[in-house]
């Protein structure tokens, strides 16, 4: 069993990313998703797309479910055995902890392969301020970055960040366009190429402890498209706490659709339907009663003088602002 690590911190598109793995090699492989949070959202999307996906919730793989962790890769290693196993760790987990930890029960059945971070390039210079050891610990460890959600990036944001990064980990392929677009080859390179044992894993100085709170909310209800809209912008601008990401679907009007908050930004889709409408908010501060009350349809809208209007117009991370149509 091979075990390839895509790490990368809280919004990053690290689920996206695995999406698009399984779809480019064809391979039928297994996944160990970590999600931070007692619902599991990323799971069930990949649940969707057929894939065999173990989940592990309330706590992080690389500290407090470091036994778990451990014991579920040596059952799935010894019952299933799959070819290939696909690890998710949680967005605020240390990549050194989790390639440590799989190291220790690596045998001739189990082989460590090179682990990738997956970097929100409008996220890097903000986390690395706000989160630095764990998010420097998962760009430092990895010899291969993918920069994501690039699409709407300047070219001179994009130098900026490659040299940061190039900075942080000077050995590291750093890829700063689509990874969407490379070649069938490099997709089936990911899967075999093994860890360099040569290679130093940088331990962080002290235990990590994110400084963040979640709060997951099952069976939510939201009755038109406006008024997730309004929501939206209500968690960004800080009605319910301090919100870095929140991630969820629900059906309304009979279409389900899916929402995600990364950082400032936002973006609502449609999607397939899912088994149950849920929703994982993380930040700091955050109103625990007032967001329960807001993801069910029969409560006020109490926080709609606040958004400002939000029909017309969402705020980006940049401050600026853009009509509606430009949500996806």
């Not at 579920?72 to 390639?99: F, M, Q």
């Not at 190039?166 to 069938?184: K, R, V, W």
């Not at 331990?203 to 997951?216: T, V, Y």
């Not at 950082?263 to 009663?289: F, H, S």
Request: proline residues 5%; charged residues 25%; hydrophobic residues 40%.
């Amino acid at each position: 069993m091979k075990i390839f690590v895509i790490s990368g911190f809280l919004g990053a598109g690290k689920t996206t990313f695995i999406q698009a793995l399984s779809q480019k090699t064809g391979i039928d492989f297994a996944v160990m998703e970590n999600e931070y949070g007692e619902a599991g959202i990323d799971g069930a999307l990949l649940k969707r797309d057929r894939l065999k996906v173990w989940e592990l919730t309330e706590g992080c793989i690389c500290c407090s479910l470091k036994s778990d962790f451990a014991s579920s890769i040596l059952t799935i290693a010894n019952t299933l055995a799959p070819e290939y196993l696909i690890v998710e760790p949680t967005g605020v987990g240390l990549l050194s902890a989790v390639l440590n930890n799989i190291g220790k029960i690596e045998y001739d059945r189990i082989q460590l392969l090179e682990p990738v971070t997956v970097a929100d390039v409008h996220c890097v210079e903000h986390y690395l301020k706000e989160f630095g050891d764990i998010y420097a610990d998962q760009l430092k460890n990895t010899p291969r970055i993918l920069l994501s959600k690039i699409e709407n990036a300047s070219a001179e944001e994009l130098n900026r960040i490659t040299a940061t990064l190039h900075t942080m980990n000077p050995d590291a392929e750093i890829l700063n366009t689509p990874y969407q677009n490379q070649p069938e080859e490099w997709w089936h390179r990911l899967l075999q190429t093994p860890l360099n044992k040569q290679r130093t894993i940088v331990l962080p100085e002290k235990d990590h402890a994110p400084n963040l709170e979640n709060i997951s909310i099952a069976g939510i209800t939201v009755d038109t498209v406006n008024e997730l809209l309004e929501l939206l912008t209500a968690l960004l601008r800080g009605y319910f706490g301090a919100v870095y990401r929140a991630k969820g679907f629900v059906s309304i009007g009979g279409q389900w659709t899916k929402f995600d908050i990364v950082d400032k930004q936002y973006t609502v889709a449609i999607c397939d339907p899912m088994p149950e409408a849920k929703a994982v908010i993380i930040g700091q501060k955050l109103n625990r009663e007032r967001l329960r009350k807001a993801f069910t349809a029969a409560a006020p809208l109490l926080y709609r003088p606040y958004t400002a209007n939000p029909e017309a117009e969402y705020v980006s991370k940049r401050g600026k602002y853009f009509p509606l149509s430009s949500v996806r």
